[in-house]
């Protein structure tokens, strides 16, 4: 696929999806999505790929949200549509692959359900994040609500979503929003930093964390556990789990294979 909307790259084990619309902030509409969606399918086919990252090219927005004149046409039928954004950030949230959001500004709207939709978040200074959409008369409706309220708190999350407030990004670390904090020119160190940590672990070992963490989150305490145990299962059967512990003792990085 020809990108016009994004940009993928790659960098050692990293992949890196990068929004390319720095004319209007970054603001998603359906080509972007329908792009991020390929690049991602991309990436998750990379067996060299061990972490795959969203960013906004500039230095002023990760991305502004949905574009408002395709919001301005959508009819009733299209919040029901499939392969919409709300469906492309659940495939983001339940990749094989760890996810980071390199939070580079401004990320509003469907640009901080994208970043929700992550698992680690890392924001420069100069970030802002918020859910303004109830000013248009809808929703998030792209997991926001829901994200949200699972991350923050439903108190913390229903005061951001019905004032429609901006939060600064210390603001944002503080109640659990976002992992880090960084200066801007430190955003790219800061996540490969965190990239390099996740790449040399077992990558059955973090598909199978993401499995237990996201699907045991709302269930009660015996099913979580029981998914646990099982995942744990899976894991001491395989190779990976025989050359880590054998790494281990013999004081050497482990050579990880995925099986």
């Known amino acids: 696929m020809i990108y016009q909307n994004i940009l993928l790259e790659r960098e050692d084990r990293m992949g890196i999806i990068k929004l390319n619309r720095p004319e ?6 359906n080509q972007t999505v329908n792009e991020i969606l390929s690049a991602l399918e991309d990436l998750e086919n990379d067996k060299e790929i061990g972490v795959i990252v969203f960013t906004g090219v500039g230095e002023k ?8 004149n395709q919001v301005m046409t959508r009819k009733s039928i299209d919040a029901l549509t499939a392969g919409g954004m709300s469906e492309v950030y659940r495939r983001i949230e339940n990749s094989k692959k760890a996810t980071i959001a390199a939070i580079n500004g401004f990320a509003l709207g469907g640009g ?3 970043a929700m939709s ?14 303004p959409e109830l000013n248009l ?3 998030p409706a792209a997991g926001g609500t829901q994200r949200l309220a699972r991350i923050i708190g439903k108190g913390r999350a229903m005061n951001m979503i019905l004032t429609g407030e901006f939060i600064v990004a210390n603001e944002a670390k503080e109640i659990g929003l976002v992992s880090d904090v960084v200066p801007l020119v430190n955003l790219w160190a800061a996540v490969r930093e965190k990239a ?16 237990v963490v996201n699907r045991g989150f709302d269930v009660d305490m015996d099913t979580a556990l029981l998914l646990e145990s099982l995942a744990q299962a899976v894991l001491y059967g395989t190779d990976d789990k025989k050359e880590g512990t054998q790494a281990f003792l013999e004081k050497r990085q482990a050579s990880f294979t995925g099986s």
């Open 24 to 29: 209007v902030r970054n603001a998603l509409n």
């Open 61 to 68: 927005s990760f991305a502004a949200g949905a574009d408002i």
């Open 112 to 114: 901080c359900e994208l």
């Open 118 to 131: 992550c698992d680690i978040r890392i924001a420069s200074e100069n970030a802002k994040i918020g859910l």
């Open 137 to 139: 008369s809808v929703i």
């Open 196 to 211: 390099e940590r996740i790449v040399a672990k077992g990558p059955l070992a973090v598909q199978m964390a993401k499995l």
